[in-house]
């Protein structure tokens, strides 16, 4: 009786062993674990103010495609452009808080990070090659140290909507002196409202929410914005003119909750800088191709506006003089480190 208890146990052994070896042969082959025991892959939410065809909407849905691909689906990001969240803010404390794990405060970045206000002076980034050597170098690595102590906030990359000019409905802006008396949209970032009052105009704050009703009903004789978002945000339904002035350059960020930042392996970590720093060339190239007189006399003309070159040289030394000397003395050290960057 003995004798056959202890075949029936050996049996027994010979089966779960021949069973564990089966399944371990099978992971082998298919280098997969049993589902159970698999990783869940780790889901990144972005949101974005703007939905595609806006330039940065564009590249950030590709990025999010290529982040699952190129992580073999450890990592899965998800875009939300348009669809989440409406308004910057919303989505900058969403962030913040570690609701969703990125975004950006578009057009909004120097009321979310008053440290990049001055790029926004008028006439102080020279060009886009100014730019990126500055963004892309010391002086982003300063604003990304910066924005993880004090915002809790890890920069993936730095990006623009272009330089800004003048869109109005009664007459174009050539030379600082049409300005006079133009009532011009701004954000509500004092740099804005600095700007065109420096120039020569009259600035009205104003959430985007109330610009096109504004402009039809004569609230505001017009306002700015780059090439590519004067026709994302179809300002030609209301505009007649494009003035091109350069007169503002539009930077901001595109930032990940730091916390999840920290949670990512370094590897991950590496593939979401060098997707960021891609998605980054294809934002400038969307950008910089359509921000020149011929192609937005082009673009623009097709949708019945008129476009004209603005005398930059003008408007640059009337910002000098006005607007410069108090930004400036404010900004101190930084604003040395920008005019010394050679491009």
Known sequence: MSSMRADVSAVRRRRVLGGSLAGMAGILATGRAPVLAQAQPKKLVMAHINAVPESAAIAFAWMADEVGKRSNGELVMEFHGSTLLSKELEIMNAVKAGNIAIGNPAGAAATVFPEMGVFLVPY????YDHAYKMFNGAIGDKLDQAFQDKYKLKALCFFDYGFRHFWTTRKPIVEPRDLRGAKIRVQQAKVFGDTINGLGGNAVPMAWGEVISAAKQGVIDGGDLPIVNQLALKIYEVSKYCSMTFHNYGPTVNVMNLEI??????????????????????????TETVDNLDKAKELLGAKGMTVVQGNVEAFRKVAQEKIWPAYKTQYGALWDEIDAVKA
């Open 124 to 127: 102080l980034v020279r060009s």
């Open 261 to 286: 930042w920290n949670g990512l392996a370094d590897a991950h970590k590496k593939l979401m800088l060098d997707l960021s720093r891609e998605a980054q060339a294809r934002i400038r190239d969307l």
